[in-house]
């Protein structure tokens, strides 16, 4: 009897034990989750006060909330990272955590996305948002896992309209000649050819200068990109011709996304999609501040009424995409 009350008093000891020390892993684990929370960066291009920037932020802030706090995403704007090509490249082996670009420089590591980008694809930006958010996009964030990226979501670009520092274009004809400066793209190089000029890949940061210095003549991008970085203030030409509308993508690298739960994963797949109406609201309104700030500038806007001869001049850029973008083409174009 007496070995029997010893025996359960000291397993009582080794349970009381197990458990106050089971209290004190939780608490030690929690107090230490509470100091320090997961930090990861996202690159972004355009500075704080841009809708994109801004839909970064409202990204960061609701997995912030929906994690109470476990993970805090760290938006670092006006390319302080580095340039969009560089820092996919980053983002792919890790070393940047998350990133907002267009997709042209993307399409440069998985190629089908070019499908995405082609000129006077979409027929208006609602047919964007249906392929977007629709199967095909959806399929295609999912795509690129196997080159080193988890496709997040989706925001908006606007279109693109050509601008240049010589003279008003009215028609394809108008661009011979011209130094047109693009994303680091061969889709668009391959564009801006078809249409007569002659193509310069640069990174985004440097173009102010190049129009500055004459290294080129013009370049392409939408009003509120056409307005914060300054260009229209060298470049005064605008035509309205809107070629293309290049979706804007978040990824995350796959290899710090392997590092959270799938629950968290989960948590910022859903994050980055609640932000997109933010983004897109601030977007609408920033295309007619931009527009309004850069007509007051003194740009000269030139409008395209008749957008056939600039359709016709890509159909051979159409033909010459490999078998898998083309049936893709076919099948956006499809889409309602
Ligand atoms: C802007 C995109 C940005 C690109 C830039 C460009 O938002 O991601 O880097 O165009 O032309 O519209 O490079």
Redesign the pocket.
């Known amino acids: 009897m007496k070995k029997l009350l010893l025996v359960i008093s000291g397993l009582a000891l080794v349970v009381s034990m197990t458990f106050a020390s089971g209290t004190q892993d939780q608490g030690a684990a929690a107090g230490a989750k509470e100091v320090k929370p997961i930090v990861l960066r996202l690159a972004e291009?355009?500075p704080a006060d841009y809708p994109?920037t801004k839909g970064d932020m409202r990204f960061a802030e609701l997995v912030k909330e929906r994690t109470n706090g476990r993970i805090i995403i760290e938006v670092y704007p006006s390319s302080q990272l580095g340039q969009?090509k560089a820092v996919i490249e980053q983002v792919q082996f890790g070393a940047i955590d998350f990133t907002r670009?267009?997709i042209?420089p993307l399409a440069s590591f998985v190629p089908v996305f070019n499908a995405l980008q082609m000129p006077y694809l979409y027929r208006s930006e609602e047919h964007m948002w249906n392929v977007l958010l629709g199967p095909i996009g959806k399929e295609l964030l999912a795509s690129l896992e196997p080159s080193g990226f988890i496709g997040i979501g989706w925001f908006e670009?606007?279109a693109?309209n050509f601008y240049n520092s010589k003279r008003p274009v009215y028609k394809p004809e108008d661009l011979a000649g011209l130094k047109i400066r693009v994303?680091e793209s061969e889709l668009m190089v391959g564009m801006v050819q078809a249409l007569g000029a002659a193509a310069t890949p640069m990174p985004?940061g440097e173009v102010y200068s190049g129009l500055q210095t004459g290294v080129i003549d013009g370049a392409e991008?939408?009003w509120p990109?056409y307005e914060s970085t300054s260009h229209y203030e060298v470049a005064k030409y605008y035509t309205l011709d809107g070629h293309t509308r290049v979706p804007?993508i978040i990824i995350a690298s796959k290899i710090s996304m392997q590092k959270l739960s799938k629950e968290d994963q989960e948590i910022i797949k859903q994050a980055a999609l609640d932000a997109i109406p933010y983004q897109r609201q601030l977007w609408a309104e920033r295309e007619k501040a931009s527009e309004a700030k850069v007509r007051a500038g003194g740009s000269i806007i030139i409008e395209v009424t008749d957008k056939t001869p600039w359709q016709e001049k890509m159909k051979a850029l159409y033909a010459k995409q490999p078998n898998d973008v083309q049936a893709l083409i076919k099948q956006i174009q499809d889409v309602k």
């Open positions: 291009t355009h994109t969009e670009v267009s042209s670009p606007g693109r994303q985004y991008n939408n990109s804007e």
